[in-house]
């Protein structure tokens, strides 16, 4: 099956700085990318997604680029707020017809 | 649209007990999918159901199953419960499946005694 490697685990980041996660996949036939965004105590949110036939989208302070070739994925936030504190996962969806989601990296941006 | 729900939001139980848990997709949505968040293993798909019938399945044992109803609502099931199944199980909705945006409801938080 498809595997999904996310890292860093954890990241810290003072406040208006940028922060960047980069994710990892291993079937070639994946072609949806999603991004959630999974604050303490409540419910992944999508945040950004991007399709195998784009190579970056952005969304205001969010972008997300992929690369095809290398078979990666990263998600850029830029000037970092506090509220953007929380866990961010990527997730791959392909041949196989199932989401296999990274293992998270917690995000702390320090005021 | 109201959001997606999951009933009951926390249980306890014991091992060997069995457990069923309920999820209501958002209005219009026929695709419902359930993930097991664990602190060890991420979010790791268990299965997937679209106009009541399992159209992809995690590697997950057979004492986790589900259904689908008429509705769209969706229940699953765990028997012979183990302390490695305490987790949180959350569902998620979207209109027809595949790469269609899922939306999560807030999840379960089952503990195995």
């Given at each position: 099956g498809e595997n999904v490697e996310q890292h860093p685990s954890t990241l810290s980041v003072q406040e208006g700085d940028s922060a960047v996660i980069k994710c990892t996949y291993s079937d070639s036939a994946s072609n949806y990318f999603p991004w959630y965004k999974q604050e303490l105590g409540k419910r992944p949110q999508l945040i950004i997604d991007i399709r195998s036939n784009v190579g970056e989208k952005k969304d205001q302070r969010i972008a997300v680029t992929l690369n095809k070739t290398a078979k990666h994925f990263s998600l850029h936030i830029t000037?970092?707020?506090?509220?953007?504190s929380a866990v961010y996962f990527c997730a791959a969806y392909g041949n196989f017809n199932k989401f296999y989601f990274g293992s998270g990296t917690k995000l702390n941006v320090k005021p | 649209k109201a959001g997606v729900t999951q009933t009951p939001r926390y249980l306890i139980k014991t091992r060997g007990q069995q457990v069923t848990l309920s999820c209501s997709p958002i209005s219009g949505h026929r695709s419902v999918s359930w993930y097991q968040q664990t602190p060890g293993q991420g979010l790791q798909f268990l299965f997937e159901y679209f106009s009541e019938t399992q159209r992809n399945k995690g590697?997950?044992?057979?004492?986790f199953s589900g259904r689908q109803f008429s509705n769209s609502r969706s229940e699953m099931n765990v028997s012979?419960?183990?302390?490695?199944?305490s987790a949180l199980y959350l569902c998620a909705s979207s209109l027809?499946?595949?790469?269609d945006t899922q939306y999560f409801g807030p999840g379960t938080r089952l503990t195995v005694l």
């Open positions: 000037e970092t707020q506090p509220e953007d | 590697n997950f044992p057979g004492r012979t419960l183990e302390l490695g199944d027809e499946g595949e790469t």
